[in-house]
Nanobody, 117 residues
Framework: QVQFVESGGGLVQPGGSLRLSCAAS????????MGWYRQAPGNQRELVAT???????NYADSVKGRFTISRDNAKTTVFLQMNSLTPEDTAVYYC???????????WGQGTQVTVSS
């Protein structure tokens, strides 16, 4: 059974940083492109960043230069380092297997990120 467990969210002031983690199980983690997605209240879920099996990365324009995605295949975990956070980054963040910008598996519970002073 595929499972994603996201963690690391919280309340942070504008300009602050957070590091999200997503532990995956039930999949052959190392062969998949992994993605971080987010959903703000009233908005559709959007793709934030992806990392390929070989480590290549892509980012949404809104987070480029501020967020960094990485992975640890031995721990089947994907990370999202988020710096220079703004209130517009407030959302629930999820990870998933990504295929051409679309999620492939069922969602985990996500982790809430709130950026506010």
């Amino acid at each position: 059974q595929v499972q994603f467990v996201e963690s690391g969210g919280g309340l942070v002031q504008p300009g602050g940083s957070l590091r999200l983690s997503c532990a995956a199980s039930g999949i052959m983690f190392r062969i998949y492109t992994m993605g971080w997605y987010r959903q703000a209240p009233g908005n559709q879920r959007e793709l934030v960043a992806t990392i390929g099996s070989g480590g290549s990365t892509n980012y949404a324009d809104s987070v480029k230069g501020r967020f960094t995605i990485s992975r640890d295949n031995a721990k089947t975990t994907v990370f999202l380092q988020m710096n220079s956070l703004t209130p517009e980054d407030t959302a629930v963040y999820y990870c998933n297997v990504d295929f051409s910008g679309r999620p492939l598996m069922d969602w985990g519970q996500g982790t809430q990120v709130t950026v506010s002073s």
